[in-house]
């Protein structure tokens, strides 16, 4: 996507103090989540968050599956709360990014989907 400097994948939301993906799918509170990085010059916060709400499912099929939005900021909130709104997804949470930790996934979830297909990357 235009703007999306990085993403990464990992584990926020839960308790754990050093979760994996076996610990996250037996149920140790955390989610599996989506790190996203972005250029506010190339794709303004708003208009990421409403490709990134617009997928979003608030009725997981499993608890790690969860879909959240964590925001650094009041402002973040804000916009995100109004875009869940607008597109009626209420019940989906809008979290401070602040009140959890972070943790990456395992270097094999990295680029999961990419590596599926045999792609091939380049480090910079």
Not at 17 to 33: I, L, Q
Not at 74 to 89: N, V
Not at 93 to 116: C, G, M, R, S
Request: hydrophobic share 35%; aromatic share 10%; glycine share 6%.
């Amino acid at each position: 996507m235009p703007g999306i400097v990085s993403s990464s994948v990992g584990y926020t939301g839960g308790k754990a103090a050093n979760p994996t993906y076996k610990s996250v799918c037996s149920g140790d509170g955390h989610t599996e989540a989506v790190r996203l990085v972005f250029d506010p010059k190339v794709i303004s916060y708003e208009e990421l968050m409403k490709k990134v709400i617009h997928q979003a499912s608030p009725y997981p099929s499993k608890p790690q599956y969860m879909s959240a939005v964590w925001t650094q900021n009041e402002q973040q909130a804000e916009i995100a709360k109004r875009l869940a709104e607008e597109k009626r997804k209420p019940k989906l949470p809008i979290l401070a990014l602040n009140e959890t930790k972070w943790f990456d996934a395992e270097d094999y979830h990295q680029k999961y989907v990419a590596k599926a297909r045999g792609e091939v990357f380049c480090s910079r």
